[in-house]
């Protein structure tokens, strides 16, 4: 007998995904092996299992990606009426749908994240963005660019690796709506729901050249950015990358969206609901381990506050459950790769010495893989390094104010601009305050929720540019 009741294992089945040991570069509607015949290899962060070997895209693969790319654009996309693009969009939505289970189970395999995540969010919302979107297609001349807007041409898409599937279709979907083709540059640590992204698109006998995954790391990204054959290049991933690629593009006619790194507020003011609020925390920076650009980093708690919310804070952190990503149990995965837990782990130190208190709950990290417990810093002034640079882990930093100009003037102390959390009963106070965030999303009384329909984007450092709803029509036309 035992008075400690535990969760069986409740792990979802790898079955679903039929791995192959290697991948080619998707180019012109078929898998080629790439020029140079380089290829690297893509592990499990959970497991550090290797889960198969992708080719490497050089400069040579990167120029017939977007040759392949301008022949479908002039040939074929862009003169094909809006109403018969989007059937290949609703196409390609449905088969997302009826292959969620696998691109779920694959993508928490290659990117560590749990299961109940990658079911529940990234792959819905993937669909959704393309369902969404089919919708535009025959209707550009209403969406309020003019009568009848063009496409750009080719389009060079780079994504990064904590989305991977969701941020293929953020940068998918309006391309191919408008008319444009694409060459997409997945992240190099997790390239396979892409890959498979690339199978559905033959399933649905997408014209060949209209899509092209080009895998590699960062030099197959520079190479995409260098391309004088690029009309646009559409970015998400950290702003020192973003910085390089505009400097790259200075001076060409290249149009240009940056999507950015963040380190947003979250502000509870003393009316709002706690335990609600306590949830919303937890959301807004445990959720996929911390690795959210929109992530609620710095939480602002009004001071009179501080005490409840932190002791039911801290007794809600001390239920999550880190472990096995493909658990349906699991609240907590994987850090994508060894390199990412370095970059948490070093400013974790930082918090340290500069003088912030970290708390962590009990909780037993597994063996292999890469792992980081939730923690909690308190004692953080605006200064420390763990208030200011964005640390993309699950690591949150408590600050405090008394009013709310001061809970303005806090949440605003950043170089990003990416999105907010406002809790409070008051109505007039979530406009009051939302008036004066400078961040491109706020979120009232609810933090990390996405709708196709509904533009997002930053200010500042976070980048220019909006991704989704109408808005995110724009960048892809002329
Ligand atoms: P990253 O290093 O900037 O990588 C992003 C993508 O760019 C990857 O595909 C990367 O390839 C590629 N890349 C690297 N160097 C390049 C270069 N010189 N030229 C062209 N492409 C290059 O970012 P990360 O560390 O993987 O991702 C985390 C960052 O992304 C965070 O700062 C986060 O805030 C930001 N992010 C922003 C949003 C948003 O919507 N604003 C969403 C998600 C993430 P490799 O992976 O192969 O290196
Ligand atoms: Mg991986």
């Known amino acids: 007998m ?19 040991s290697e991948y080619g570069l998707f180019i012109d509607g078929k898998f080629v092996e790439p020029a140079a015949g380089g290829m690297f290899k893509t592990v499990n962060p959970a497991t550090e299992e290797v889960l198969a070997a992708v080719g490497e895209a050089d400069a040579t693969d990167v120029d017939r990606a977007i040759a392949a790319a301008r022949r479908a654009q002039t040939e074929v996309w862009g003169p094909m009426p809006g109403a018969e693009r989007a059937k290949y969009l609703y ?166 969206t940056l999507e950015l790194g963040g380190k947003a507020a979250n502000i509870i003011f003393d009316d709002a609901a706690v335990d609600q609020a306590v949830e919303g925390i937890v959301n807004g920076i445990f959720f996929n381990q911390g690795h959210v650009c929109c992530a609620g980093s710095r939480l602002l708690v009004q001071e009179s506050v501080l005490e409840p919310v932190l002791d039911k804070l801290k007794r809600r952190l001390g239920t999550l459950r880190v472990g096995d990503p493909l658990d349906k149990n699991t609240d907590l995965g994987a850090i994508n790769s060894s390199e990412q837990l370095a970059r948490i782990t070093e400013l974790v130190d930082s918090g340290v010495e500069e003088g912030a208190d970290r708390w962590q709950p009990e909780c037993a990290l597994p063996d292999r893989g890469y792992w980081f417990a939730p923690t909690v810093f308190t004692g953080v002034s605006q200064s420390h390094r763990i208030a200011r640079e964005e640390i993309f882990g699950p690591v949150l930093s408590v600050l405090t104010f008394r009013t709310p100009d001061e809970a303005v003037t806090k949440a605003n102390n950043t170089p990003y601009g990416l999105s907010a959390g406002v809790w409070t009963e008051k109505g007039s106070r979530i406009l009051w305050m939302s008036q004066r965030l400078r961040a491109g999303v706020i979120w009232a009384n609810t933090f990390n929720r996405f709708d196709p329909t509904s533009p997002f984007g930053g200010y500042k450092e976070s980048g220019f540019g909006r991704e989704g709803g109408r808005h995110g029509l724009a960048p892809y036309l002329a």
Request: proline share 8%; charged share 20%.
């Open 2 to 20: 035992t008075d400690v009741w535990d969760y069986a294992p409740a792990p979802e089945s790898r079955d679903v995904v039929d791995l192959r």
């Open 91 to 256: 196409r390609l939505a449905r088969v997302l749908q009826e292959r969620a289970r696998e691109l779920a189970v694959l993508e928490t395999l290659d990117n560590g994240k749990p299961i109940k995540e990658s079911r529940d969010v990234d792959v819905p919302m993937a669909a959704a963005h393309f369902f969404s979107y089919a919708g535009w297609a025959d209707k550009l001349g209403h969406a309020g660019y003019g009568t009848d807007p063009r496409p750009l041409g080719v389009a060079g898409q780079i994504i990064p690796w904590n989305f991977p599937l969701l941020m293929a279709a953020w940068k998918l979907a309006p391309a191919l709506a408008t008319g444009n083709t694409a060459v997409l540059k997945p992240a190099e640590t997790t390239p396979l729901t892409a890959l498979v992204l690339g199978e559905i698109l033959q399933q649905i006998d997408l014209p060949p050249g209209v899509v092209n995954i080009v895998t590699g790391a960062g030099e197959t990204g520079r190479a995409l950015v260098d391309h004088p054959g690029v009309d646009k290049i559409a970015f998400t991933g950290s702003t020192s990358v973003g910085k390089q690629i505009q400097r790259a593009l200075a001076g060409r006619p290249t149009r240009l």
